[in-house]
């Protein structure tokens, strides 16, 4: 009887050891290489860079087109709204511009407005016909813009590109917004 007492003590130490050993058996940690790292960091970079590229691009865009409907419109609320579109594109492309100099990207300087078709028809435009035209191309630009930037703004990696293109979903939100006002109006 003490042989099969001393031999349950021995079972169950060896198991008690088994079961304390198991659970502080360690696992490797997976250790990232140095360059995978780097890279994954140069890549998020290299696409936040590209985006705010687009979103530079953009803006450019709307500046110029904006500028020529304040010169070109009949309507005063059509010329006020395309100074709104200047003043607000202008101010967001400076902000953009001190983001991409703190995050070190580079910007493109000038736009390709003037080799767009829907610009171009516009500038040949007067009159009535001019102001539908734009506020017509506003609305379209501006909802596929907004899908756009909302999409920019959801892949961006870092925090300061990120809120600052969170916003510009918000400005052009309320530009497609006024120009459905125009379009409603005319």
Known sequence: ???IVHLNKIIIGAFLLVLTMNSCKKEPVKIEEPIAIA???NEAIENDASFLSDIAEIHM???EIGKLAVQKGLRPDVQKYAQMIVDDHTKSLDELKELAIKKTITLPTSTTVMEDDNFNQLKNKTGTDFDEN?????VEGH???VERITEISQKVTDPDVKLWTSRQVTIFTTH?????KLKEKA
């Open 61 to 63: 865009h709307e500046i």
């Open 143 to 145: 909802e596929k813009t």
């Open 176 to 180: 497609t917004d006024e120009a459905k």
């Open 39 to 41: 890279e994954d960091q």
């Open 1 to 3: 009887m003490k042989n």
């Open 134 to 138: 734009f506020v017509n191309l506003m």
